[in-house]
Structures are given as C-alpha cells and as structure tokens.
C-alpha cells in the first residue's frame, strides 16, 4: 500500500470544497489529524462546545479514521508524520503563521488556500485598509475568475485506529445552546439551501427580518465560502454576498495587523480613558459574570456585569445579551448596538466586550471578533467614527418597530431595572472624551 498521506483539519471541518482532502485522496491512504492546540489563544467556550460537536461529525462522515491529539503542533505534527511515514497537507489559516511555517519546514509539508474568498495577498500587494474600495476590488476577481467547489473526493482510509480526546467542559450556559445550534456539514449544508431559498427577503438590519444562520458553518469550515458566495451570486442575494466580503477584509486587516484583538489599530486611543482591567477575563475564574472581587479597584465591574448579563435597563442591549447568553449568537445590528453602548455610552474599554464575545459566541474568530470590536468602538480600521454612537433607542424604534425582538429575548420586564445611565447625557460624556484626543 503506498505512504498515507495526513490531512491536518483546521478550520474547515468538512469533506466537500476541502482541497487539502481532495490533494491527498489523490495520492493514496488517508488518516485525518486535529491538534487541540496549547499555542496561541484558547478557543472561548461556546465555540469550544461548537467544535467538539463538528468534530464528532466529521468523523462520523470521513470514511477515513480521524486522530485528535493535543499540545503543540510544532512537536506534534512531525512526530505524528514520522510514526506513520506520511506526507502532510493542509489548508491554510492566517494566524499562527509561525507555527505552521515549522511545522512545513520539518514535515515539507503542501499547503492550499484557506477559509477566506481571497487569501490576504492576493487582492493587492499594499493591503487595503478601507472596506469598499476593497470589496469593489475582491468582488471583481471573484467575478473575472469565480471559484470552483471540488466535490467530495473518493477516500481510501489508512489502517490506523482512530482516537479523540476529552470533551472540555461545558460552559454555564451550554444547556440551551443545542436548542439553537446543529453544528456540522450536513446542518451547514441544509442551512445554506433553506436560507437561499428566501433570500430575497434577506434584511442584515431588520431585527425581526431573515438571517442567514451561517456564520458559525462558516467559522468552523463546515461549508466554505466559496460555495456560499456562489449560491448567493446565483441568488442575486448582493447584500448577503457583501458580508461575506466583510469577514475577508476583517481576515485581511488581521493577517497584517495580528495583534489587534489587544492594540488599538488607531494609536491615538492608546490615550483614550476606557474603563480596564486584566483582571476579569472571561473563563479565568467559575464565574461566568465579571465579579467586583476580581479587581476591588475597578469600579467599572458592577456595570461590566450588568452588561453581560442584559440588566443595564436599556430594552434593546439586555435583549441583544440574552439572545447571546441563550444561543451563542447575536443578531449583527444588536451587536453594534451593545458594542457602542459598551465602549461609548458607559465608557468601558472594548477588549472587555470583545473577550466576552469571545467566551460566548458560538462563531468567534480571532479576526472577526476584533476587527468588528475595534470598529464600533472607533479604534479600527475603517471604524465607524468615534462620534457615531448608536443611539438604542431609535436603533429598537427604526429596526424593531413592533417591538418583536425585544418581547422574544426580555419577556418579563416586572423587575426590569431602571437604565444604569442616560442615553444623552452619555453620549455628551463620550463625545467630551473623544475631544481630547481627536487632535493627538
């Protein structure tokens, strides 16, 4: 039997559209690996939940025997290949770039193009650092050369016994998470069609409107992008389409500014007076609220609390928290809106919203998370100004009419507290901050 060749799953946990499967189906034997890594930042509990599920999925559907493995991939991967004799492919991710260039080096291993519709060099060399020049300019390669999926590649599996690790534990809130989340490439795939299918009723802002229901298939690889891209052009579904265009200008700006999920993009707010401490880190302690005592000095936690916990008596944030607190998801104009009131309205620093998101949202990703974090605090890239602050009540009155949103995730308003600060006098607060450091 000729060498088995070892797919290195990552971010695309699937078999149709995987280049990397197809490449090594191809050469002969295959034996799929996932390393749950030790390097670089640990995936939040939510989407911790999400993964162990696509991965029990997708060796349910490889017909190929499946290895996860943890610590570092450095070390591990090698070794793995030595043990087996086998060659190593992958499709490439746009983070930890250091570690799989070791990794290539001691394996010799064949990469392929990643999660993204366009890799972070090929729009053009002197990145982009604003989205619609950008989007214009992806969206005419994608139309010059529009991708092709692959189909599912006929695998022949390598005689190899298969072995996972343990599940990690499952967060606070896991008990409703399955309620609202079928991971996996067959829930992806399903997702994809039904949403396709009246797409034309697609809405990114209406709060009680259509969504798409992809982004964490998207995440995790279950369906890639291409094939996405492709429906919704086929669909005319434009307005979606830009969003997938979005998540590759995040990637893209993260790929050449990768510590952005700690440092302000805009140097300028390095001297902006948000409300911080590193002492109440999401996952840090069995806590799942920020606690005063986890830095008695820092005053901003009561508040930071009431937050992640939907109680700031403001209708349409504390809706936006517990839809996030029941499902690991948040509709994208909700997310805007808690962001501002967050960072804006109560002076607290982004990096404390973006790790929240972070531990409960089922499609965090390192780039997303704080590229979509630094814009609607103004740190960013291509960030709203920092004096658009949205205001949530106009936000609930011109996207929730009816107040449907709102009824759904804040039913019980009896011992709703009164709102934790004034929508205008807040604002007048953070627009008098900005003032002293616009000029910088």
Known sequence: MSTPTIVWFRDDLRLADNAALTWAAERGPVVGLYVHETVGRSLG??????????????????????????????????????????????NRRYYLTDVDAAVKEATGAVSHPGYLLTEPWEVRANPYRVFTPFSNAARSLLLDAPPTPLPVPDITPADIDPATVDAPGEP?????????????????????????????????????????????????????????????????????????LWRDFAWHRYYHVPEMETKNVREKFDRFDWEWTPNAVPGTTAAAFAQPEMDPGAQHLIE??????????IPLVDAGMRELWATGRMHNRVRMVTGSWLTKNLGIHWRHGEEWFWDTLVDADAASNAFNWQWVAGSGDDAAPYFRIFNPLTQAEKFDPHGSYVARWLPDTADYPEPMA?????RLRALAAYDDIKNG
């Open 422 to 426: 004034d929508v205008k006098q807040s």
């Open 45 to 90: 509990r939510a989407a911790a939940w999400w993964l162990r599920r696509s991965l029990d999925a997708l060796r349910e559907a490889l017909p190929a025997p499946l290895i996860e493995l943890e610590g570092d991939p450095r070390e591990i991967v090698p070794r793995f290949a030595r043990e087996l004799g086998a060659a190593v492919t992958w």
């Open 172 to 244: 606070a809130w896991a008990a409703t998470l399955a309620q609202h989340n079928t991971p996996g490439e067959d829930a992806a795939r399903a997702r994809l069609a039904e949403f396709i299918a009246s797409s034309a009723d697609y809405d990114n802002n209406a709060l009680d409107g259509l969504t798409s229901g992809l982004s964490p298939h998207l995440r995790f690889g279950e369906i890639s992008p291409a094939e996405v891209w492709l429906a919704a052009v086929d669909a005319g579904a434009w307005a979606f389409a830009r969003q997938l």
């Open 304 to 313: 930071l609390a009431a937050w992640q916990s939907g109680r700031t008596g």
